[in-house]
């Protein structure tokens, strides 16, 4: 696909200069800051995060080389015109809903892997060994780091393509939003499909993490992606009451919400895709603008 044969092409190709790729390979942990992020569960997640420098180089990368590489539709996470109502909408009203959280994900993901990819993508060895030194952090993709996502979408292409196979032949719906995998339908899900679906995401590299693997009924709140889908896509409704109380304290108090017009922003972009047309969203729209004028 690329035939990009010499490291002077490459830097052509990222307009930067050879020197400038070299001093990424050559010197990269001086361009990575690590710090933990705590997750929704409790637990803390460590980020690996590029400086702006290098953060620049995989915009780029991302760009030229990765973005234009079309990928299955199963695929909906980190994806351009996409969002997270493109992994939920096809589980809506469905009789069980089986969800498979992949393990580690991106740390799964050697640098073995992802030079094999480079080399699939038609880069000569030198070139695909730069390309993988530069996305690559003490040996895996790291997380924080903007090119990540794409690579492993990518390097996941066969997974999705033997699942969607899988589910089709027995009429489900199979989709996956990074390391989130989701299987649904009408008909009868068995121990014995359990089993496939493990020997698949072994088969291509990838464990399950069983303490996030659940299988939901028509008669209870069936969760895609943090979303409850038993009908439509909509939020848990104590995430909602939550949201509503915060919402009504920020009215009452504006000034005591003006550092988290950032929170408030991102629970309002969430129920605006939702319901657009929902008078709770044009309420709190009205109030986040009275929090902001505080600032």
Request: proline share 5%; with cysteine.
């Amino acid at each position: 696909m690329y035939d990009i044969n010499t490291l002077d092409q490459l830097a052509g190709e990222l307009a930067v200069s050879e020197f400038e790729l070299l001093r990424f390979v050559y010197r990269s942990g001086e361009f990575y800051r690590r710090f933990k992020r705590r997750k929704s569960n409790g637990d803390t997640r460590v980020i690996h995060a590029p400086d702006e420098p290098l953060k620049n180089l995989h915009r780029a990368i991302i760009k030229r080389f990765l973005a234009p590489i079309p990928l299955p539709d199963a695929c909906t996470g980190f994806r351009p015109g996409k969002s997270i109502l493109n992994n939920t909408i096809p589980h809506c009203g469905r009789r069980f809903v089986f969800n498979v959280d992949i393990e580690d994900f991106f740390a799964s993901i050697s640098s073995e892997r992802v030079l094999g990819l480079y080399l699939r993508l038609g880069f000569a060895f030198p070139v695909a060994c730069v390309l993988t030194e530069l996305t690559t952090f003490m040996g895996s993709l790291p997380q924080g780091a903007p090119s990540s996502p794409y690579l492993a979408n990518l390097i996941a292409h066969s997974l999705d393509m033997e699942m969607t196979e899988y589910c089709k032949n027995r009429g489900w719906t199979y989709t996956r939003y990074c390391d989130d995998i989701t299987i649904s339908g009408d008909t009868t899900f068995t121990l014995g499909d359990m089993k496939m679906v493990t020997e698949i995401l072994d088969s291509e590299g990838f464990q399950l993490n069983m303490k996030k693997t659940r299988f939901l009924r028509r008669n209870s709140a069936q969760m895609v992606s943090g979303l409850v889908v038993n009908k439509r896509p909509n939020l848990p409704r104590e995430k909602r009451r939550n949201i509503r109380a915060m919402f009504h304290q920020a009215s009452i108090s504006p000034e005591k919400y003006k550092e988290r017009t950032q929170e408030l922003e991102n629970h309002l972009s969430m129920l605006s895709m939702l319901n657009p047309q929902d008078a709770e969203v044009i309420k709190y729209r009205a109030i986040l603008n009275k929090v902001c004028a505080q600032a």
